[in-house]
Structure formats: C-alpha cells, structure tokens
C-alpha cells in the first residue's frame, strides 16, 4: 500500500510539495482523531471509517475533497475567496496562502455532519 510520504514524493514542484506536507501535517495534529490512509491515490482521512476529507495535487492548484454535501455547503463562501470549485472538489490555488480557517471549517462540519454515519462515503439520498 502507498504511503503518504510516498505519495508526497511523486510532486516534483517543491514549493507544492511543501505546502501538502504543511496542510497533512496541520490535518494531523489538529484532528488527532482522523485516521490517514492513502486511497484513490491520494491523503484520505476518516474518522470511525467514514470519509471526512482528501487532498490531491494537480499543476495549479491543492485539490481539497470533502464530499458534495460540504461543498454545497460552503459554495458562498468559496465564491466569495475566489476559489473554483464544482461536486467534488474546491481548488486552493498554489499561488495563494492556504486558508486554515476554511479548511478547519470544512472539516467540523463534515465531522459533525457524518457522526454516526457507518459507510464510507454519504449515502446518495443525503448529498443534497
């Protein structure tokens, strides 16, 4: 199984690499309940084994998976910082400071909102 830092390695643009290992890291130590893993080929994390959260790299952007449900839910907000985002992912664009403050929110809300849920991901009757 890949790890993490194997998946860290495959991003040849340093500073991107850097600012991933920053927001895994922050992930971590914030939410010392979520459990990493490496899935779809890249940095899941679960709390109870239900998805709360995945990030991925592409050229210009950290891609931030939270589910549609969040996303719908931020979408205002999202707009309002410039980021693009569609259902399934929102971009942070690298050029600019990671905004904590949203991904904390991101992340509480699909905590609470998934508590007690038993599959991976939301059932489809709920994304909306």
Known sequence: METIAQSLDSLTDHKQRQTIKAVLQWTRKTYTALEPRIAWS???????????????????????????????????????????????????PWKKEIDYGLLQDIIDYNIKDKQGMTTYWRPKETWQ
Not at 48 to 57: E, H, N, Q, R, W
């Open 42 to 92: 890249s940095p899941h994390f679960t709390k109870d084994g239900t998805f709360i959260i995945s990030y991925s790299a592409s050229k210009d952007n950290l891609m931030v998976s939270p589910e549609y449900k969040a996303l719908k839910h931020f979408g205002e907000r999202f707009d309002k910082a410039g980021l693009k985002w569609s259902k399934m992912i929102v971009r942070f």
